[in-house]
């Protein structure tokens, strides 16, 4: 799961490379719980693999980062 979200920020044409991601939209695809999704994501949060922000604007969503791009500035 963790290279399907990183593909997902890999993919972004934002720069610094971040992803709003909806655990309902993913957990549909993944046939799971939203629950499991957002547990998933904040175990590799915690692990250092993904890196959580929120928008500074709006709309003041809640995104993920690769972690080396975490220093950067965003919108």
């Known amino acids: 799961m963790l290279d399907y ?5 890999r993919s972004s044409t934002r720069n610094p490379k971040f ?3 909806s655990t309902a939209k993913v957990a549909d695809i993944m046939g799971v719980q939203p629950s499991d999704i957002e547990q998933q994501l904040n175990e590799f949060v915690q692990e250092g693999k993904l890196v959580k922000d929120k928008l500074t604007v709006p709309p003041y969503e809640e995104i993920y980062l690769l972690p080396t791009s ?4 965003l919108i």
Not at 5 to 9: D, E, G, L, N, R
């Open 70 to 73: 975490s220093s950067q500035t």
């Open 5 to 9: 979200f990183q593909t997902m920020i």
């Open 19 to 21: 992803m709003s991601i």
